[in-house]
């Protein structure tokens, strides 16, 4: 692993501990050359996976990206990191199962939103407004009266 302070290609692993329900492994290190220490994450990843945007162009899949924007719709919510951690490691997860290597953005947006939508409703509104581009206030309304809607229906079922 290459010291991200000095760029010397030896380091040294100091601990190993398990993360996030063992799917990850976080290594501390130090760098062989200046002393310095740094972490690392090791996760298993069963396939790259592509995402193809709407207007056609595709890109690698960044767990980061996604995680990021799940990050600032959940922002100021009373959710810890290690939850957030475990969604977006389920996205992945459940991107990974699928067996397809290219993957529809609407349909990782889709997933994202249902799993926001089960777990906090503000950040899913807000992770909508922006999946959506929402241009409007009566956008708002219209996704607030829908998950009204839903939260009537599933009354009505139980």
């Known amino acids: ?11 040294q692993v100091k601990d190993s501990r398990p993360n996030e ?5 976080r290594r501390r290190r130090a760098c062989l050359s200046c002393g310095q220490r740094f972490t690392t994450v090791e996760r ?16 690698p899949f960044e767990r980061e990206k996604l995680a990021r924007s799940i990050r600032i719709a959940l922002r100021k919510r009373p959710l810890p990191e290690t939850r957030i951690e475990q969604i977006v490691s389920g996205l ?3 991107l990974e199962a699928s067996g397809e290597t290219e993957v529809p953005s609407s349909r990782i947006g889709k997933l994202a939103m249902d799993v926001l939508k089960e777990v906090d409703t503000v950040g899913y ?10 241009t409007e206030a009566k956008d708002f309304s219209e996704i607030l009266t829908s998950m009204d809607n839903s939260e009537a229906e599933k009354q009505e079922k139980d």
């Not at 692993?1 to 380091?11: E, V």
């Open 92 to 94: 992945v997860r459940q």
């Open 21 to 25: 329900e063992g799917s990850a492994i």
């Open 125 to 134: 509104v807000r992770f909508a407004s922006v999946y959506r581009d929402f």
């Open 1 to 11: 692993m290459r010291c991200p302070f000095c760029g010397n290609p030896d380091s």
């Open 44 to 59: 298993v990843q069963l396939r790259d996976l592509v995402v193809v945007k709407a207007n056609g162009r595709r890109a």
